[in-house]
Each structure stands twice: as structure tokens, then as C-alpha cells.
């Protein structure tokens, strides 16, 4: 096969790894607390053939995920691409076949109408499966401790669209899932399915319902007793521009940011629409209610964050790209169109927001944050109760992701647990995992898992406890 194209999307640590790899007993410094059983997963992009076109963006890249099985003090990895419907067609052609993000005009003839999921933005433990999600698409069910692909996952034939979010939210309380697909009547379609998802995996309760405009629906917030989703104007770019090549989406500068706000066991008729001014959030770090009046917490930025999507004919502007922490509010019991207040939490410069799971739909106070600065590399822990945020930086020479939570054990208190993060070793060009004490990030790591090969750097990770992916009598270590 030819060379990867020299461009920046495959520079330096972003370089195609497109390895699949076990590695047993890595080294470590440092002592990983035997009460951590359990596996971290991450999710990595990483094309298995050079793309069809240069200029794409960086998310229409393969799944790959990583886990990371602790046990016993020790950590062993795995790591393999999600077996795809399109991965395994691209592998039999031994080339590129389908082309731009979110833009089936682009592909080779002979992917029409296939599957175009990449199952390359979140790795969930659901149902004693492990959930590689991406947005556009089903989710594909994985052996949580093979890594084997399974397939599509219906939610036991339940999944009422042909979408669904990276970002479900569990309820710790009932242990529902709550999810939702957008673009659920087909490309740039207004429609999205809201999804209530019982304990046994089975969609019990489904709303079908319009957005203001069709938009990049990334994230929402669930609380005890609502559903909210940011609309924010990361807007569809057109048919007619897809078919021209341009990318999926272009920002709208112009247009107005709603919240939409659904009660859980709802029904359309139900919804409520708050409006703001043009403004930009992607991830929800939590979201909780006091009886009518629901707060959301998601990084703001002034304007568009992302490079790739930026308002046609004008250069993005990463001044406006800076998010800091910020508490939307909004009253039911009021008429108010507007939101009540926009409270910032912290003047820290970041985003994929992380918590503490066992409190996502509830007060809480501890959130987690990766920094933006990319010459200098860092995460931050956000006290709510404090108003305190505290960061760690690795130096110059080393590229941290998303900061991920473990609880020191399921009856320790809010926040007492560990922070797991993936770091590349620019210079090294190799990757390491470090674990933090989740509440004194500043004294860095107190272990670092050495890999001897580098992953490329990924989105999302989710840890899951030995209970959760071997429900059953399955033994976690009997592949090791
Ligand atoms: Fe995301």
C-alpha cells in the first residue's frame, strides 16, 4: 500500500499506528493500588488505509480500541480495531473506499449504501458488552474482554432509529441508560429519537421530536427527572455542498443556541425551548434539577471550536474557541423563553469534562477537565463546592487526553478515587497511562503504565468494574 499522505492530521504524534497489539504485565513506576479490578477502555481513530481525500477532518478516521485490564496490581493491554461492516470492505479492497465525513456522495460506487459507522468516539460496558459508539450510526457490541466484534447492537431489537449518541448518560439511581439519536430520518433531517433504556437492555420509552435546525447534536444532560439537549449552530452545510465536497457542517455565527428540555418519561408535546445568545458548548460535564429549575454544566466558548467547521468564506478564530465551565440554568415553572442565569464555575481553559459516574444525573461536586494549551499540556480538577480548580501539567514534552475517573471503591465518597489518563511521549513518540489521585492532581502522578509502542491519541474512555464486564461467572483473567 502507498505511504500515509505527509499532511498534519497524520504528523507527529497523530501519525497512523494502525497496530493491534497484547501486551502482558506492562511495566510500571510506581504501585497500581490492588483495589483497582477492572478494565479501562479508550477509544483511538486510526485509518487502516490512507483516505481517499486530503482535506477531510480528523474524526472520519477507524475505531480502535484500547483496554486496559488491571488486576492484582498489574495492568495488561490489549488493543484492536472494531471490526466494522466498513472496515472489513476496505480490508478485502486493500484500500480506501468510502470518503468524507458524513458525506455518502464521496464514496466508491461500490460502498453505496453500506454502513458508513466507524464506532471511533466511545467505549461503554452495557449489558456485559462493551458499546463502541459514534454518533451517525448503531452502536457496535465488542467482547468487553476478547476486544471480538460482534456486530450491530439493537438493544435486544429494540432500537427504534439508525442512529445513536456517543454520549448515553446511566442513572445510577435506577440504572436506565438514557440516549438519543440525531439526524434520525436520514441526512441533515431535524429528527431526533430520545431513548429510555431499561436495566435488561431493552428501549422501554421512545420520543420522536424536531431540533430549531438541524446541528451537530453531540452530548445532552440527563437529570433525575429531565432530558436536556444543547442545540448549538455547528449547522449542516447543505446537499448541494456535500455534493461539492465541502465538509458536513459550517458554523452559523448568526444563529441563536436553544436548550431543549424534555421530562424523562415524556412525551413530544412536552418539550420546552429555552433560547440564549450565539454561543458554542460541545461535551456536558453533569447536568441535576431542584424540582423545576435544571442546571447543566458544559465548557462555553465564545465561538466554534472546531477548525474544520468554520463559517464559510471566514478563517477560524481560535480567540473565540476558548470554553470555560459554565452552569446554564433554566426554570420550567417559569415563561420565560431566555435561560435564568449562565453562572461560570471556573476560569480554566478546557474541555472533555468528566465526573464522578455514580453521581451523573445528581448534585455533585467534582468535575475533571483536559486543558487546551497545547504547548503545555495539562488537566484540572474542578471543585464545585470550593469553586477551586487545581491543575497538573506534564511538560512540554508529553500530550495528555481525556482525564477519566475510578472510584477507589463503589462505596468510597464522591470524587475519593483515581484519575487515568493517556499521555504521548512526543519526543519518545510512545505512549504512557498516568493515575492521579483524583483530588491532589498536583502532585502528578503516583504511577505511569509504560507502553513500548504508541497508541495514536484518542476521545473518550470509560473505566468499568470487573462486575460489570464478567456479570456473569466469566472469569476476567482467563485471556491473559
Ligand atoms: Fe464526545
Redesign the pocket.
Known sequence: MPRFPDIPMFQGIHAPSRIEIDLHDLEVDGEIPRDLDGAFYRVAPDHQYPPRFLDDVPFNADGTVSRFLFREGRVHLRHRYVRTERFRLERAAGRALYGKYRNPFTDDPSVQGRSRNLAN??PLVWDGKLLALREDSPPVAMDPITLETEGDWSFHGTLGGPTFT??PKIDPRTGEMIAFGFAAKGLYSRDVVYYEVDPSGRITHEVWFEIPYYCML??FGVTQDYAAFPIIPVCGAGVEALKAGKPHYAWDPTKEIYLGVLPRGGAARDLRWFRAPNQFC??VMNAFNDRTRLHIDVPVAPGNMFPFFHEPGKPWDPAQAQSRMTRWTVDLASKHEGFESAERLSEYVGEFPKIDHRYQTQPYRHGWLLGFDPARSSIAHVDHQTGKTQTWSAGANTALQEPCFIPRSERAAEGDGYIITVATRIREMRTDVFLLDAQRLEEGPFATIHLPVRLRPG??GNWASRARIAPSSREVGEHE
Open positions: 468516539t466511545t456517543a454520549h453531540h452530548d460541545s461535551h476521545y473518550h
